[in-house]
C-alpha cells in the first residue's frame, strides 16, 4: 500500500493524500459508499463510476451468511463477482455480530451467535474472519473487534478493548494476503484513557492504517467529535486513518478538522429508502406535500444528473405511487452529494480554504 500526504491545510489538521493498493488508486479524504450485499442499494458500478466513487464498503458478516465467501471465491473475487472495478474494503463484520444477533456468547476464542435470517449457529473467530475477507478478495480488509454498545460501563469497555487488541494480534498473524492489507480497529467507546491504550496496542502491531470504530452508535456529537480529537493526537500521521460508520455531513467536516481520511456509512442510501435528500441546506423529505408542486431540483446548487433531469414533485409522484425510481433518484443524489462534498473538501485544503470552507457550509445546513 502506499498512502501518501499531498498538502496539510496551515489552519487545522487536515490534509490532502493519495491511497494506492490493489484496485485502490483514491484521493483522500474520501467517501465510499456502503455495498452491504455487495451492491450500493439501487445503484449499478456505471452509477457509481459516474458519481466520482474510488471505494466501496463491502460487509463481511452478511456476504459469509449469504452467499457465502466461497462461492465468491469460485466466482474470482469479490470484484468479479459484482462487477465492480475499483476499491473494495470489507468491514470485519465485528459490529454486525453484536448489533443484529440477538442470541450470542463471546469469548476470547471467538463469537457464538445464530443468523438473523435463518437462526442456524456459527462462530467466528479472529482467523476465520481473515480467511473470509482473504476469500472475498477485498483490497483492504479489517481486523475482528469487539465493538461495546453505547452507553456501557468503563469496565466493560475495558475488557472490549482487551479482547479487541488481543483479536487484532490473532488477526495480524492468520492474514497472509499480498494483494490484500490489513487496518487495525480502535476501540474504548467514550473513554479517553481507553481510547488511547486501544490505540497504543494497536500501532504496537504495525498495521497499513487505522480505523475507529465504535462511534455513531447512538453518543451525543460532543462525545464523538472528542474521541476524534484524542485519536488525532496520537494515530500515526503516515498512515490512513479511518473514521467508521460516520457520514452526516457535518461530521465530515468535523472529521476532516482533525486528519480523518477515510469515511463509511449507511446513511445516503437509508435516508433515499425514506424519502429524505441532503441539500445545501440540509436534509429535505421530498415525500413531503409541500414538495407536491415544487418544480426545482433536490439541490438547486448540485451538479448531479438527478438534479439535472428530475424534479421533486416528479420525485414525490413516483414515492406516492410506489415506484421504485423513486428511491434510485434519490440515492444517486445523496451518494453524490457526498463524494462530491469530499471533493470540494479537497480543493478547499489545497487552496489553504479549507476552514472558510468549513464556516460557510455549516452556516448555511441546518442539521436535522
Not at 489538521?13 to 459508499?33: C, D, I, S, W
Amino acid at each position: 500500500m502506499i498512502f501518501t500526504v499531498e498538502k496539510n491545510d496551515p489552519l487545522c489538521r487536515a490534509r490532502t493524500g493519495f491511497l494506492q493498493t490493489g484496485h485502490v488508486n483514491a484521493e483522500t479524504p474520501v467517501f465510499m459508499p456502503v455495498g452491504t450485499q455487495a451492491t450500493v442499494k439501487t445503484l449499478t458500478p456505471e452509477d457509481l463510476y459516474q458519481i466520482g466513487a474510488t471505494i466501496i464498503l463491502s460487509n463481511t458478516y452478511h456476504l459469509y451468511l449469504r452467499p457465502g465467501e466461497s462461492l465468491i471465491a469460485r466466482a474470482g473475487g469479490l470484484h468479479r463477482f459484482m462487477n465492480w472495478e475499483r476499491g473494495i474494503l470489507t468491514d470485519s463484520g465485528g459490529f454486525q455480530v453484536f448489533s443484529l444477533s440477538a442470541m450470542r456468547k463471546i469469548s476470547d476464542e471467538g463469537v457464538e451467535f445464530r443468523s438473523h435470517i435463518d437462526g442456524s449457529a456459527h462462530f467466528l473467530t479472529p482467523e476465520k474472519v481473515m480467511q473470509i475477507q482473504m476469500d472475498l478478495g477485498a483490497d483492504i480488509a479489517m481486523c475482528f473487534d469487539e465493538c461495546a454498545p453505547y452507553p456501557c460501563d468503563y469496565e466493560e469497555a475495558r475488557q472490549a478493548v482487551e479482547r479487541t487488541t488481543l483479536w487484532a494480534k490473532r488477526c495480524r498473524d492468520a492474514h497472509h494476503s499480498s494483494r490484500q492489507v490489513l487496518f487495525g480497529i480502535v476501540q474504548g467507546n467514550v473513554f479517553p484513557e481507553l481510547r488511547l491504550k486501544s490505540a497504543q496496542d494497536l500501532l504496537d502491531l504495525d498495521f497499513a492504517g487505522y480505523a475507529i470504530g465504535g462511534l455513531s452508535v447512538g453518543e451525543s456529537k460532543e462525545e464523538m467529535y472528542g474521541t476524534i480529537k484524542v485519536m488525532d493526537r496520537v494515530l500515526p500521521r503516515d498512515r490512513p486513518r479511518y473514521l467508521m460508520g460516520v457520514g452526516a455531513p457535518e461530521d465530515l467536516l468535523e472529521g476532516v478538522r482533525h486528519g480523518i481520511d477515510m469515511f463509511d456509512c449507511v446513511l445516503p442510501t437509508r435516508l433515499a429508502r425514506h424519502g429524505s435528500a441532503y441539500t445545501r441546506r440540509g436534509r429535505i423529505t421530498v415525500r413531503n406535500r409541500e414538495y407536491a408542486e415544487d418544480f426545482r431540483p433536490l439541490d438547486p446548487q448540485c451538479g448531479c444528473a438527478v438534479c439535472k433531469g428530475f424534479s421533486r414533485a416528479y420525485i414525490r409522484h413516483l414515492i406516492k405511487a410506489g415506484e421504485m425510481l423513486a428511491h434510485r433518484l434519490i440515492t444517486y443524489h445523496n451518494v453524490y452529494f457526498l463524494v462530491n462534498l469530499m471533493k470540494e473538501i479537497r480543493q478547499a485544503i489545497r487552496d489553504g480554504s479549507f476552514m472558510d470552507f468549513y464556516h460557510q457550509f455549516l452556516s448555511l445546513y441546518r442539521i436535522n
